[in-house]
T-cell receptor, first 117, second 109 residues
Framework: GAVVSQHPSWVICKSGTSVKIECRSL??????MFWYRQFPKQSLMLMAT?????????EQGVEKDKFLINHASLTLSTLTVTSAHPEDSSFYIC?????????????FGDGTRLSIL | GQNIDQPTEMTATEGAIVQINCTYQ??????LFWYQQHAGEAPTFLSY??LDGLEEKGRFSSFLSRSKGYSYLLLKELQMKDSASYLC??????????WGAGTKLIIKP
């Protein structure tokens, strides 16, 4: 089956630190990857859609200079939370779609729990 | 606007059957997914429906009626480990995935 690996699982760091999260598709090529954020007891919120070799598409209200996305290869996308503050503490989850067809399911990484002190 | 409705929370008994409904109003339709999400974990893919009818996969089945904008997820022989949130998501005409807020399913012994 399609496996997505996300690293790290947990990050605890001081306010002002930049944090990089990696998302890899292990056994398939992912033209498109997605980054979500989820606060406790709330729904998944799509932050941005990452396309290999091009700029990410950000959802309304998501600061692209705050959340830098790089999708340099068909198997790797990274999200960097720049100068993180306590309000950025959340559960960040990436997903990847196997192939280019929009009707394929998204497969999720295990998520990264980010805590900013 | 685009909208997906599903109940916020449901309670069922171990060993019983539960049906989680999902209704949608979207700009076009290219399929519907059901995902399971345990607390503190990422969602996992359960099923995909694009044609009308019932898709069965073990204890879980998913049904779709495109004319009614309606789907349900049926869980049989409920086990305690089925306690989770169940997310309905629809692919619209632009192949964007529209997520429902999820239904929290509580299983009681």
């Amino acid at each position: 089956g399609a496996v997505v690996s996300q690293h790290p699982s947990w990050v605890i760091c001081k306010s002002g630190t930049s944090v990089k999260i990696e998302c890899r598709s292990l056994d398939f090529q992912a033209t498109t990857m997605f980054w979500y954020r989820q606060f406790p007891k709330q729904s998944l919120m799509l932050m941005a859609t990452s396309n290999e070799g091009s700029k990410a598409t950000y959802e309304q209200g998501v600061e692209k200079d705050k959340f830098l996305i790089n999708h340099a290869s068909l198997t790797l996308s990274t999200l960097t939370v720049t100068s993180a503050h306590p309000e950025d503490s959340s559960f960040y989850i990436c997903s990847a779609r196997d192939g280019g067809a929009g009707s394929q399911p998204q497969h999720f990484g295990d998520g990264t729990r980010l805590s900013i002190l | 606007g685009q909208n997906i409705d599903q109940p916020t929370e449901m309670t069922a008994t171990e060993g019983a059957i539960v049906q989680i409904n999902c209704t949608y109003q979207t700009s076009g339709f290219n399929g519907l997914f059901w995902y399971q999400q345990h607390a503190g974990e990422a969602p996992t893919f359960l099923s995909y429906n694009v044609l009308d009818g019932l898709e069965e996969k073990g204890r879980f089945s998913s049904f779709l009626s495109r004319s009614k904008g309606y789907s349900y997820l049926l869980l049989k022989e409920l086990q305690m480990k089925d306690s989770a949130s169940y997310l309905c998501a629809v692919i619209d005409s632009n192949y964007q995935l529209i997520w429902g807020a999820g239904t929290k399913l509580i299983i009681k012994p």
